[in-house]
């Protein structure tokens, strides 16, 4: 059995985070299961043992490619998508991430040393962050990445004084870009612009004088600034913003070039941001339409300012990687509250989702061995589905519908778990973390391995 992965009929490339089922999901059979390429999730489940992350190899591509294919098509000027670490990094995703084409956003250390260890070309890998440490700097300069994005004019003394003690010079200074707050704040479906934005991110734009002053004087032999970067939200809905933002970046552009004739920015990174469907009251934006649009506008803003279009970089971390994710849990204790709700406990919760507790984030959830209509509709059941940590916020979908027959053993589904989930996972509780696998077709590819209880005590040093 194969999956229709035919694109849509406008041919223009599938837009995955408009769906809460990653594309190759789909139910099969009397008995409703449900399956992920030609596999069923209990039978996953039964195999990798829950709480389980699974990947959708076709939705990552697909989503990596409707992000390429929308720059080729709508952007005259070289471009390159960073996939942003951040929403989930292990080896073997960065090898995945690498052999897509995609560059990479690192926020620190950690994620950078796992791409370098993944073979990630560090050319295509941009460091972000508001207090990179030396170390941590030190590693991006030795390993030569693409761009370091400096947060702050006191990050920015530090690597002037890292590069000087590495022996940059003025023929190999270090290439970075800098981060302002453009005074744009998103939240899903509104945004605002502000003169002026209380954020721990980024240079305020009262500061860029100050900045080009010290890049074309003390520090113009260690370092090379190729452009800005402005990132102005996560689970955006609106397009707005990063045209306003864009404009924003290349008036400075301009400007900059005004008064000091012989710097050309040749980077413009508009962040991430763009939104998913986590249930299906979600509308987010299509990625194609979005990007094409805001491609065209960057390209003919450059035209209408006479500025040569820079590389354009975007760096996408949630739509890219959530829709492509669910968890699988098995179904533990139930129990009634009289007069009040039904619970329905699963095997994970807070330590491998955060997000309801954190953000009240909200998730679509099936039970995957009895997902057919029949079974959801005939016993549509309200059921409050908890986790099995020890805090009553440990609540996984507050107001869930489930079928009536819902039993211990059962394998729930939760979707849009890719992205913020593993890389924000804890072991709370000393509950091991789950495995990580990618499916595809046929293939099952294990990415994570289960943490063990001897992996939990690994770190801990008993009395002498
Ligand atoms: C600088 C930067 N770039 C990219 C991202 C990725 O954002 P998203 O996952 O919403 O696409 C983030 C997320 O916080 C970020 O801070």
Same mark, same amino acid.
């Given at each position: !059995?194969?999956?229709?992965?035919?694109?849509?009929?406008?041919?223009?490339?599938?837009?995955?985070?408009?769906?809460?089922?990653?594309?190759?999901?789909?139910?099969?059979?009397?008995?409703?299961?449900?399956?992920?390429?030609?596999?069923?999730?209990?039978?996953?489940?039964?195999?990798?043992?829950?709480?389980?992350? %699974?990947?959708?190899?076709?939705?990552?591509?697909?989503?990596?490619?409707?992000?390429?294919?929308?720059?080729?098509?709508?952007?005259?000027?070289?471009?390159?998508?960073?996939?942003?670490?951040?929403?989930?990094?292990?080896?073997?995703?960065?090898?995945?991430?690498?052999?897509?084409?995609?560059?990479?956003?690192?926020?620190?250390?950690?994620?950078?040393?796992?791409?370098?260890?993944?073979?990630?070309?560090?050319?295509?890998?941009?460091?972000?962050?508001?207090?990179?440490?030396?170390?941590?700097?030190?590693?991006?300069?030795?390993?030569?990445?693409?761009?370091? +994005? %400096?947060?702050?004019?006191?990050?920015?003394?530090?690597?002037?004084?890292?590069?000087?003690?590495?022996?940059?010079?003025?023929?190999?200074?270090?290439?970075?870009?800098?981060?302002?707050?453009?005074?744009?704040?998103? @939240?899903?479906?509104?945004?605002?612009?502000?003169? $002026?934005?209380?954020?721990?991110?980024?240079?305020?734009?009262?500061?860029?004088?100050?900045?080009? @002053?010290?890049?074309?004087?003390?520090?113009?032999?260690?370092?090379?600034?190729?452009?800005?970067?402005?990132?102005?939200?996560? $689970?955006?809905?609106?397009?707005?913003?990063?045209?306003?933002?864009?404009?924003?970046?290349?008036?400075?552009?301009?400007?900059?070039?005004?008064?000091?004739?012989?710097?050309?920015?040749?980077?413009?990174?508009?962040?991430?941001? !763009?939104?998913?469907?986590?249930?299906?009251?979600?509308?987010?934006?299509?990625?194609?339409? +979005?990007?094409?649009?805001?491609?065209?506008?960057?390209?003919?803003?450059?035209?209408?300012?006479?500025?040569?279009?820079?590389?354009?970089?975007?760096?996408?971390?949630?739509?890219? !990687?959530?829709?492509?994710?669910?968890?699988?849990?098995?179904?533990?204790?139930?129990?009634?509250?009289?007069?009040?709700?039904?619970?329905?406990?699963?095997?994970?919760? !807070?330590?491998?989702?955060?997000?309801?507790?954190?953000?009240?984030?909200?998730? @679509?959830?099936?039970?995957?061995?009895?997902?057919?209509?029949?079974?959801?509709?005939?016993?549509?059941?309200?059921?409050? /589905?908890?986790?099995?940590?020890?805090?009553?916020?440990?609540?996984?979908?507050?107001?869930?519908?489930?079928?009536?027959? %819902?039993?211990?053993?059962?394998?729930?589904?939760?979707?849009?778990?890719?992205?913020?989930?593993?890389?924000?996972?804890?072991?709370?509780?000393? %509950?091991?973390?789950?495995?990580?696998?990618?499916?595809?077709?046929?293939? /099952?590819?294990?990415?994570?391995?289960?943490?063990?209880?001897?992996?939990?005590?690994?770190?801990?040093?008993?009395?002498?």
């Amino acid at each position: !059995m194969t999956a229709d992965f035919s694109p849509p009929a406008n041919n223009e490339p599938h837009s995955p985070n408009l769906f809460v089922e990653p594309l190759s999901y789909r139910i099969h059979g009397g008995d409703g299961q449900a399956y992920l390429g030609n596999t069923p999730l209990s039978q996953l489940a039964a195999h990798h043992g829950t709480p389980l992350y %699974v990947l959708d190899g076709a939705t990552v591509k697909a989503a990596a490619h409707a992000y390429q294919h929308t720059l080729e098509n709508h952007y005259p000027g070289e471009h390159l998508v960073l996939y942003a670490a951040k929403a989930n990094l292990n080896i073997g995703l960065a090898q995945k991430i690498g052999q897509l084409g995609l560059g990479l956003d690192v926020v620190s250390g950690g994620e950078l040393y796992t791409a370098l260890q993944a073979g990630f070309p560090p050319e295509k890998i941009c460091f972000n962050g508001n207090n990179k440490s030396a170390d941590e700097l030190l590693m991006a300069l030795h390993h030569r990445i693409g761009r370091i +994005t %400096v947060d702050n004019l006191d990050e920015l003394a530090l690597l002037h004084e890292l590069a000087a003690s590495s022996g940059r010079t003025a023929d190999d200074r270090v290439p970075i870009l800098v981060r302002i707050t453009p005074g744009i704040e998103c @939240h899903t479906h509104d945004y605002i612009q502000t003169g $002026q934005n209380d954020s721990k991110f980024g240079v305020d734009l009262s500061e860029l004088p100050t900045l080009v @002053h010290q890049l074309t004087t003390e520090y113009a032999d260690t370092i090379e600034l190729k452009g800005l970067h402005a990132h102005i939200g996560s $689970q955006i809905f609106e397009r707005q913003p990063y045209i306003d933002s864009a404009k924003l970046l290349l008036n400075i552009y301009a400007n900059i070039r005004k008064h000091h004739a012989d710097i050309v920015l040749t980077d413009l990174n508009l962040g991430g941001g !763009m939104g998913i469907a986590y249930t299906k009251g979600d509308d987010p934006l299509p990625i194609p339409a +979005t990007l094409g649009f805001i491609a065209t506008i960057v390209a003919d803003y450059c035209e209408l300012i006479d500025y040569p279009l820079p590389r354009l970089l975007v760096e996408p971390g949630r739509s890219l !990687m959530a829709t492509a994710g669910l968890t699988l849990y098995t179904v533990g204790s139930q129990k009634t509250v009289p007069n009040t709700r039904h619970y329905v406990a699963v095997d994970g919760g !807070m330590g491998d989702n955060i997000r309801p507790a954190l953000y009240g984030a909200e998730y @679509h959830a099936v039970v995957a061995n009895k997902a057919s209509e029949a079974h959801t509709l005939s016993g549509t059941h309200p059921a409050r /589905i908890v986790g099995k940590y020890c805090e009553s916020g440990d609540v996984v979908i507050p107001e869930a519908k489930l079928p009536a027959n %819902v039993t211990r053993g059962d394998i729930l589904a939760v979707f849009g778990t890719g992205a913020y989930n593993d890389s924000m996972a804890s072991t709370y509780n000393r %509950v091991p973390r789950p495995a990580t696998i990618w499916v595809e077709g046929d293939a /099952i590819i294990p990415l994570v391995r289960r943490e063990t209880y001897d992996d939990l005590l690994a770190r801990d040093i008993p009395l002498k």
